[in-house]
């Protein structure tokens, strides 16, 4: 995992991982990295979708205990 923001959508169902995420893009600096952690299995296909159709790079994406993590990078 990087440094930096750490957002934790653990326990959430298919579409509010991506809705929270997007949502929270919107009050970040172009450039910024977050880091979302989830538990929902559709969520390896929601994110990087998300990612490619608002802009962002997916910086890293790797599959955990129960979960994902994802590290996006916002669109400058």
Aim: a positive charge.
């Amino acid at each position: 995992m990087l440094d930096g923001l750490v957002y934790d959508l653990k326990g959430l169902k298919c579409p509010l991982p991506v809705l929270r995420t997007r949502k929270r893009m919107l009050t970040l600096a172009p450039g910024t990295l977050i880091t979302v952690e989830t538990t929902d299995p559709l969520a390896i296909i929601d994110i990087p979708h998300f990612c490619h159709e608002d802009g962002h790079s997916l910086e890293q994406s790797e599959v955990l205990a129960g979960g994902h993590r994802f590290v996006i990078r916002k669109k400058a």
